[in-house]
Structures are given as structure tokens and as C-alpha cells.
């Protein structure tokens, strides 16, 4: 693939110096900034983010900030997921839905006060629709993207290295909860969650100063730790079932067809825009989901367009993202089903960019 030109629109980040000197070598674009995709190998990559920890530069996952006496009312309207029970310091992972209970995003929504949030963006330019319905009804609530870039430690070495910068205390943040710590004198939101299986934290940087001095306390701390600079592993999140918006689901799915029915509690959540629109789809459940597919045979090219699933001639579905796993010895793959072949064990083929495949559709993922 020819490179892509570097340019203002594709944005750099706080830690990009880091992610450079540490020798990054790809990256894609995600919220029009850049996120790295590998540093030695994808392989190589994978094996050492499950052995040991690593630092990923993932200020990509933009913060949509809400604030103001409105903030919670604007945000119950934005996702299916109930949001009463979510006390200040919880982390939700929340499906956004349009008005015909589409996806808009995935993003893991930060409450850091009643009228103060953080919505933790997937790849689409959400705060376009949330400031059109915060200004269409009249909302008393202000929307910026803050300059908060998250940093997220991950692999099973994470707790310690963390301990290391900010504290044992911080040992004791529970999954998908945050605390406010201590670094050179800044409180930063230090999150049990990222984009991984392998556990770690995210850090919320606020403010770009802090950035760099961060990075490379991080590294410093770590080095007997075997610390590197990484990212999420397109193996790894495959393995473990992590959705990739604009990969594994568009604004054409509801998040029933996505598997993310467990994030939604549609009857209660009052105000919810694609309210009714889901409460019809889930009467009758989805005729599509997403599944883990297995991909026989030698390692799949890389996945960068939907690869049609038949059986007989006819279309059943499609994979979406795909690659060979190391641990599993297969090519694990994700993708969307429909009903008349969701079943576990059922045989299908997959017409991938290098030909067609044998493949076995799983019930759960790998992880
Ligand atoms: N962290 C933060 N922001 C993000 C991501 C993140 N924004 C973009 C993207 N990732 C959003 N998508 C996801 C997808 C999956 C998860 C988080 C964000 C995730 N899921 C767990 C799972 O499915 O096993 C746990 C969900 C739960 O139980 O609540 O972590 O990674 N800040």
C-alpha cells in the first residue's frame, strides 16, 4: 500500500513524539488524528502485549465533553442504555443510536460529575449529532472536545507499572471505574478499561503539557518491566470479540444485530431518541448478529473490505475483520450472520480477498 501523505487535517497527537522515537511503523486515522497500528510486527506486537505492558497512544478515542445542568438529560438521550444507577466515577460502554435505533458510535461514556461527562469516541464525527440535538431541543448544556487525550496501559504487567507512577491506591480501581490521581502535581481520571483483554488502565492526560512527561514516565518506570510502546492489536481485540465501529458495525445495524443487546435496557431508558425505533426491532429480535467466525486454512489476507459469507450459492453474511492468530493457530475473524446460520458449528465459506475459504461460525469469541 502507497503511504499516506502527512497533513493538518490528519491530526497528531500529544504523545506522537514518543510514538515516533519509539519507531512506530503504521498507523491509521481515527477521528481524522493518527493512531498507531504497529511498531515491530502485528505478531510480534500481540505476543508481547499479552506478556508483558505496553503504552498506546490512543488519544484518537476523542472526548465529546457535556456540561451543564443538561448534561445527563442530553446523554439518556443519546444511548439505549439505562443511565439512572451510573454514579460519578463509573465508566459505561454505551451504544449511540439515531432515530431509527442505527449506531452512530460505541463510546464508553465517563460521568465525572452530574453535569459533567465525557463521552470516549469510536471512529465517527459524533459531536456533529450530539450538538444538533442539544441546540434542536433547547438543551442547557455546552459541547467541546477538550484537550484530553487518553493513554492507556495494557497487558498483565499494567497493574504494577501504573503503581509505579501513581500510586499502590490506584491498585484498587475497579473494572471500568476511574480515580482521580496524581502526576507532577496534575489530577489526572485513571480508568480500569482499554481496548485490550489483557487488563490495564486508561489515563485521561488533560491538557497538552503533561503529555510527553507522561509517555516518558511510563517508560522510565517500566524498563525492567519489558515496557513498550504498543497498540490495540488487531489480533488480539479480534480474538477477545472487540467491536471496531466502521469495521464491524455502521449506522445500518442496531445494536441487537451488533450483540451489544446487554448494554441497552430500552423499556427504562426514558428520552432515548431511537427509543421506539428499538422497542419495535427488539420485539422481534434481530434476523442478523454478530458472530466469531474460524477461517481454516493458512493465514487470511489483511481484511480491509467485507468478505461475503455463502453457503450454496447464496449470501448469509459477511466477515468484517479477520486475522490469523498465533495462540489459536486459526484465523479468528469477526463478523455479521444471519439467523438461518448463526448457529454454533455451522459450516459456511468466506470469499476473501485471496479466494475462497472453508469456515466454522462460533457462538462466543476465543478470549
Ligand atoms: N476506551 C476509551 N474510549 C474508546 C475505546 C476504549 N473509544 C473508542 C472505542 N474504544 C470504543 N469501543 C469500545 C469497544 C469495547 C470496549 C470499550 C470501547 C470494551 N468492551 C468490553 C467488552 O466488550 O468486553 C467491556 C464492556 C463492559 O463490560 O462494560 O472495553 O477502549 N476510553
Same mark, same amino acid.
Given at each position: ?207 497538552? $503539557?503533561? @503529555? ?10 517500566? !524498563? #525492567?518491566?519489558? +515496557? /513498550? ?113 448463526? $448457529?454454533? @458449528? ?10 475462497? !475459504? #472453508?469456515?466454522? +461460525? /462460533? ?5
Amino acid at each position: 500500500m502507497a503511504n499516506i501523505s502527512p497533513s493538518r487535517r490528519i491530526r497528531r497527537t500529544m504523545f506522537s513524539e514518543g510514538v515516533e522515537a519509539a519507531g512506530v511503523s503504521a498507523y491509521t486515522v481515527y477521528n481524522h488524528m493518527l493512531l498507531p497500528t504497529v511498531f515491530k510486527s502485528v505478531q510480534e506486537d500481540y505476543h508481547h502485549l499479552k506478556e508483558a505492558v505496553q503504552v498506546w497512544d490512543v488519544a484518537c478515542e476523542r472526548q465529546v465533553e457535556l456540561r451543564g445542568p443538561d448534561a445527563a438529560k442530553l446523554m439518556q438521550m443519546l444511548t439505549p442504555r439505562d443511565l439512572r444507577g451510573m454514579l460519578p466515577g463509573r465508566c459505561f460502554y454505551v451504544p449511540i443510536v439515531d432515530e431509527t435505533g442505527g449506531m452512530l458510535n460505541d463510546p464508553v461514556a465517563v460521568k465525572l460529575a452530574e453535569d459533567r461527562w465525557w463521552i470516549s469516541i469510536a471512529d465517527s464525527d459524533l459531536m456533529l449529532w450530539v450538538k444538533g440535538i442539544a441546540n434542536g431541543y433547547r438543551l442547557d448544556v455546552l459541547i467541546d472536545e477538550p484537550d484530553v487525550s487518553p493513554l492507556a496501559v495494557q497487558g498483565p504487567k499494567a497493574d504494577e507499572l501504573v503503581a509505579r507512577v501513581f500510586g499502590d491506591s490506584v491498585r484498587d480501581v475497579r473494572f471500568f471505574r476511574f480515580g482521580m490521581f496524581d502526576f507532577e502535581g496534575r489530577s489526572m481520571a485513571v480508568a480500569r478499561s482499554g481496548y485490550s483483554k489483557q487488563g490495564g488502565f486508561e489515563i485521561y492526560v488533560d491538557g497538552t $503539557d503533561k @503529555g510527553m512527561p507522561l509517555w516518558n514516565a511510563l517508560m522510565e518506570a517500566g !524498563r #525492567d518491566l519489558d +515496557v /513498550r510502546a504498543g497498540c490495540p492489536n488487531g489480533i488480539e481485540r479480534v480474538e477477545g470479540g472487540l467491536l471496531s465501529y466502521g469495521n464491524d458495525m455502521t449506522d445500518d445495524n442496531t445494536p441487537h444485530e451488533c450483540g451489544l443487546g446487554r448494554f441497552c435496557d430500552t423499556q427504562t431508558a426514558i428520552g432515548c431518541i431511537g427509543r421506539d425505533a428499538l422497542l419495535r426491532v427488539a420485539k422481534e429480535g434481530p434476523t442478523k448478529q454478530v458472530r466469531a467466525i474460524d477461517i481454516q486454512g493458512a493465514p487470511v489476507p489483511g481484511c480491509d473490505r467485507a468478505w461475503d459469507i455463502e453457503v450454496g450459492g447464496k449470501r448469509v453474511g459477511q466477515v468484517t475483520s479477520a486475522a490469523y492468530s498465533p495462540d489459536f493457530k486459526t484465523n479468528v475473524a469477526i463478523g455479521m450472520v444471519r439467523m438461518t446460520h448463526w $448457529d454454533d @458449528g455451522t459450516q459456511v465459506r468466506v470469499h476473501t480477498t485471496d479466494g475462497v !475459504r #472453508d469456515a466454522v +461460525v /462460533r457462538e462466543s469469541f476465543w478470549a
